[in-house]
């Protein structure tokens, strides 16, 4: 059964830079994509960036596209998000997400993903 551990969150201040990490257990001889969304009291899970499982293809949202960036380290089996120059309307809480597959591909809808982390809380001042 997989488990996918966040950590990372947390409260920084307009224009700063914030680094989240999700671990994933059980998943040490499987292949798959992994993604990051967040979320907001009363509003739809947004997607936030995606990487194939080899890494080589990454894809994000037009909000966050040249602030984020998303990694992984496959040895680890991580997924980390980078995210720079933040502003208050990147405060949400912060999903990462497992797509179990053969393919090497990247996805963009929650529906097309099988596991999610617990959410981490992501609070950026003005």
């Known amino acids: 059964q997989a488990q996918l551990h966040e950590s990372g969150g947390g409260l920084v201040q307009a224009g700063g830079s914030l680094s989240l990490s999700c671990a994933a257990s059980?998943?040490?001889?499987?292949?798959?994509?992994m993604g990051w969304f967040r979320q907001t009291p009363g509003k739809a899970r947004e997607f936030v960036a995606a990487?194939?499982?080899?890494?080589?293809?990454?894809m994000y949202a037009d909000s966050v596209k040249g602030r984020f960036n998303v990694s992984r380290d496959n040895a680890k089996n991580t997924v980390s998000l980078q995210m720079s120059n933040l502003g208050p309307e990147d405060t949400a809480v912060y999903y990462c997400?497992?797509?179990?597959?053969?393919?090497?591909?990247?996805?963009?809808?929650?529906?097309?993903?099988?596991?999610w982390g617990q959410g981490m809380q992501v609070t950026v001042s003005a």
């Open positions: 990487i194939t499982w080899s890494g080589e293809g990454t």
């Open positions: 059980q998943l040490t001889f499987e292949h798959y994509a």
């Open positions: 997400a497992v797509r179990l597959g053969t393919d090497d591909y990247y996805y963009a809808g929650n529906y097309e993903y099988d596991h």
